[in-house]
């Protein structure tokens, strides 16, 4: 998911042993800025409720709450996320928080790929005619793209290679169990961290 107040964008996907993703549906939960925040937060709650007893997923991955941006922005992120979170927790499926460069270097190569870029290969990764609309329902696929590569679906263990809103946890050696492809991407992040950190 993609968490926000104002559009939080949901994917899901089925991802094969082989890393062969499928698209399962996609859509976003909106809310009305003028509304209280506490209705806002309740509404993005009701509608992962529903996602979630629809669906019945093995596992939510989230994008992780950036500070790069507005504070008004981080906390609105922060409230939608925590909804979500806690509607996950209610059902009993694990959590899982990938950064944006994670996501973007998982789905592109490339940690610093601007938004289109994504778009287009959640369009190929996934076989659609199209990129989803809005951008958070793109994004949203991606971060569960990402997680499934991350070993979501792949037998891998998702969680010991996951950056948590809490800072990151220790970076298993799990590379001899990567497909090729899985190498190369993970090859790919390596690069795209160690140049945001120049």
Not at 120 to 146: G, H, Q, S, T, Y
Request: hydrophobic share 45%; proline share 5%.
């Amino acid at each position: 998911m993609d968490p926000g107040l104002t559009r939080c964008g949901f994917g899901l996907i089925d991802m094969a042993g082989n890393r062969t993703a499928s698209f399962v549906d996609v859509g976003v939960a909106g809310t009305d800025a003028a509304d209280p925040l506490d209705v806002r937060v309740l509404r993005i709650w009701e509608a992962t409720e529903r996602w979630i007893e629809r669906y019945r997923p093995d596992a939510l991955a989230l994008e992780r709450v950036f500070a790069q941006t507005s504070v008004n922005t981080v906390i609105g992120t922060a409230h939608a996320s925590g909804a979500v979170i806690a509607s996950a927790a209610r059902h009993g499926v694990p959590v899982a928080w990938h950064t944006p460069s994670e996501v973007k270097a998982a789905v592109t190569g490339e940690g610093r790929a601007d938004k289109a870029s994504v778009a287009r290969m959640v369009v190929r990764i996934l076989r659609l005619e199209e990129a989803p609309r809005p951008a958070d329902a793109a994004d949203a696929l991606a971060i569960a793209i990402c997680h499934g590569w991350r070993g979501g679906g792949t037998g891998l263990d998702a969680t010991a290679r996951t950056e948590t809103h809490q800072g990151a946890r220790p970076l298993a050696d799990a590379r001899s169990g990567m497909t090729p492809a899985q190498r190369a991407w993970a090859e790919a992040e390596h690069r795209a961290k160690r140049g945001g950190r120049r």
